[in-house]
């Protein structure tokens, strides 16, 4: 069988704030934990929506790259938003531009809210293709 290995910190992201990982990664599959548009500056979602997206996607990859994976991998996503009028198709354009022809499988789900206000949240499990760093 082979270990888990769980990673809280990831270089050039932000700290969790809570008892979590970041990524925990089994046989070959990377579990990453929610993301949000966090700027690493002020530790704020950033202000625009579209901003957030980019922030979450730019998390994403890091976090993937330190696993030995990247967005090309993701297999499957969840996406929680806090107004699915206003923030779907935000998100499904976000989606065509990051991922073009390697969609993965998604849920978008809408809540009542998210951890510091926050409008968009977006966890994954992707492969692995290399060795983690």
């Known amino acids: 069988m082979n270990s888990i290995e769980r990673k809280r910190l990831v270089p050039d992201i932000p700290e969790p704030t809570g008892p979590w990982n970041w990524r925990v990664t089994w046989n070959g599959l990377v579990f990453v934990s929610g993301i949000r548009g966090i700027d690493l500056l002020t530790g704020e979602p950033a202000e625009s929506h579209e901003k957030r997206l980019e922030l979450i996607f730019?998390?994403?990859?890091?976090?993937?790259?330190?696993?030995?994976?990247?967005?090309?991998?993701?297999?499957?996503?969840?996406?929680?938003?806090?107004?699915?009028?206003?923030?779907?198709?935000?998100?499904?354009?976000?989606?065509?531009?990051?991922?073009?022809?390697?969609?993965?499988?998604?849920?978008?789900?809408?809540?009542?809210?998210?951890?510091?206000?926050?409008?968009?949240?977006?966890?994954?499990?992707?492969?692995q293709t290399s060795a983690a760093r």
């Open 58 to 127: 730019q998390h994403m990859g890091r976090i993937l790259a330190d696993a030995g994976s990247s967005l090309h991998h993701v297999m499957s996503s969840t996406v929680y938003v806090t107004d699915m009028a206003a923030l779907r198709p935000l998100v499904n354009d976000a989606y065509v531009k990051v991922f073009a022809d390697n969609l993965p499988t998604r849920t978008i789900i809408e809540v009542a809210g998210l951890n510091q206000n926050d409008s968009i949240e977006i966890e994954i499990v992707a492969i």
